[in-house]
């Protein structure tokens, strides 16, 4: 897709009009909106669980939620830009840091091994995590499943060791060449959230390398006729609607914030809070209603 945009004497494909309205001088209420969030539930931690392929920076998108919500540049999540293998090997926690010490948001991500055709991480595992049944630190082997009676197997799952919203990491630049294994990891996982009734939402990352017009400005991305066509066909080949996924630039090689940036991480993060609030919520409903009628 990048190659594409960038032919030498070829304008790439913009739009008159953006083909997705987004309010670019928003970042100021999208960031108290989910300064404000607080679960319904009370005592309830919402659990946001990356996957994707290696290297398609679910570690950096980590690392620029915390620093959008710090108004500071953040390392949380070690990332590794020199390797072709996956940087992540354990199942890793990471509680986002309020401006009080010792004070976090209400949710928490994990970030696990990246999927590949070959290694990485097991559907099965992704599987297991999302029951919660695995426990923080595990060392994923992509050779055997965690199984019962490890000491990284969590027996007693409570409602916050479950996953309540899964976020799939894919990156623009090479979405439309991603192997058919992976590919096929990735519908798998989507199946078996699905039947948890989990909620999924997609991150495409790295809209900057897609073409210089957007690397030089962000407000283009929703003008961009190939980031549009690329969406729907990732939409299409893991089924994933349009209305799920969002675009985002991590932050990588920056020093200092930009609020167009910003604005795009808030403006996946709401969606995958509300999401994620919405199960919960229902997911009490059921509760109470097999209660009433039992």
């Not at 190659?3 to 913009?14: G, I, S, V």
């Not at 060392?139 to 309540?164: C, I």
């Not at 991590?250 to 940036?261: A, P, V």
């Not at 403006?267 to 995958?272: E, G, P």
Request: proline share 6%; net charge neutral.
């Amino acid at each position: 897709m990048g190659a594409k945009n960038c032919k030498p004497n070829q304008p790439p494909p913009f739009l008159d009009t953006p083909w997705r309205e987004i309010n670019w001088g928003n970042k100021k209420s999208a960031l108290q909106y989910v300064k404000n969030y607080k679960p319904h539930i009370e005592g309830r931690q919402l659990r946001i669980l990356l996957y994707g392929p290696v290297g398609a920076g679910k570690s950096s998108f980590i690392n620029s939620v915390q620093s959008v919500l710090r108004g500071k540049m953040c390392a949380m999540a070690l990332v590794d830009n020199e390797s072709h293998d996956c940087f992540t090997k354990m199942y890793t926690a990471y509680k986002m840091e309020k401006e009080t010490p010792n004070t976090f948001y209400p949710f928490v991500f994990n970030d696990i091994m990246g999927l590949s055709p070959v290694k990485g991480v097991l559907v099965d595992d992704v599987k297991l995590a999302l029951m919660g049944h695995v426990k923080k630190d595990y060392a994923f082997n992509p050779e055997s499943k965690l199984s019962e009676g490890n000491q990284f197997y969590n027996e007693e799952v409570n409602p916050n060791d479950k996953v309540h919203v899964l976020v799939c990491v894919i990156p623009a630049n090479t979405a439309r060449n991603m192997r058919d294994e992976t590919l096929r990891k990735i519908r798998e996982i989507r199946i078996a959230a699905s039947r948890l009734g989990i909620p999924q939402v997609a991150i495409l990352t790295k809209i900057d390398q897609t073409c210089p017009e957007i690397k030089e400005d962000l407000r283009t991305i929703y003008r961009s006729a190939d980031v549009k066509e690329e969406m729907e066909q990732f939409s299409v080949n893991v089924g994933i609607p349009m209305n799920c996924i969002f675009p985002v630039k991590n932050y990588s090689e920056e020093i200092d914030l930009n609020d167009d940036t910003d604005t795009l991480i808030l403006r996946a993060l709401r969606h995958i809070i509300d999401f994620g609030e919405d199960f919960m919520n229902h997911k009490m409903n059921q509760a109470e209603d097999s209660h009433r009628y039992a």
